[in-house]
């Protein structure tokens, strides 16, 4: 299906472009194997088959390595958490593990969030 191929590509390459803060905060810590020389990353698309209809997610960062998303909620998500639980199962049946992190915790503790939250789990 090459027009889903280049529909995702034209969504993540969009998201990329539209980083929150927060994102860039992180982004700047994790890109080039930056933290824990782990490979992460970001606007990363999640393809999967519901009903035989592909349809896709954009993680906003993703290791493989880890099997590990990384979505960061600013105050939009306040208003859609049945949506994120229904992607965070899908994405969790496929195999990966979902943290959640609002943008107030990558730009007030992110040191702590490293340390605490994702050390733990990219070093298992």
């Given at each position: 299906?090459?027009?889903?191929?280049?529909?995702?590509k034209?969504?993540?390459?969009?998201?990329?472009?539209?980083?929150?803060?927060?994102?860039?905060?992180?982004?700047?810590?994790?890109?080039?194997?930056g933290?824990?020389?782990?490979?992460?990353?970001?606007?990363?698309?999640?393809?999967?088959?519901?009903?035989?209809?592909?349809?896709?997610?954009?993680?906003?960062?993703?290791?493989?390595?880890?099997k590990?998303?990384?979505?960061?909620?600013?105050?939009?998500?306040?208003?859609?958490?049945?949506?994120?639980?229904?992607?965070?199962?899908?994405?969790?049946?496929?195999?990966?593990?979902?943290?959640?992190?609002?943008?107030?915790?990558?730009?007030?503790?992110?040191?702590?969030?490293?340390?605490?939250?994702?050390?733990p789990?990219?070093?298992?």
């Amino acid at each position: 299906m090459q027009w889903m191929r280049e529909e995702i590509k034209l969504v993540a390459r969009n998201l990329r472009k539209k980083q929150t803060e927060a994102e860039d905060v992180l982004w700047e810590t994790l890109r080039n194997r930056g933290f824990l020389k782990k490979k992460f990353l970001r606007q990363h698309p999640i393809v999967f088959k519901i009903e035989e209809k592909e349809r896709f997610f954009v993680a906003d960062f993703f290791c493989k390595e880890n099997k590990l998303v990384i979505e960061v909620d600013g105050d939009i998500h306040l208003k859609q958490k049945e949506y994120d639980q229904y992607r965070d199962l899908i994405i969790q049946e496929l195999g990966f593990q979902v943290i959640r992190v609002t943008n107030r915790v990558i730009m007030d503790d992110l040191e702590n969030f490293l340390l605490k939250i994702l050390s733990p789990i990219l070093t298992d």
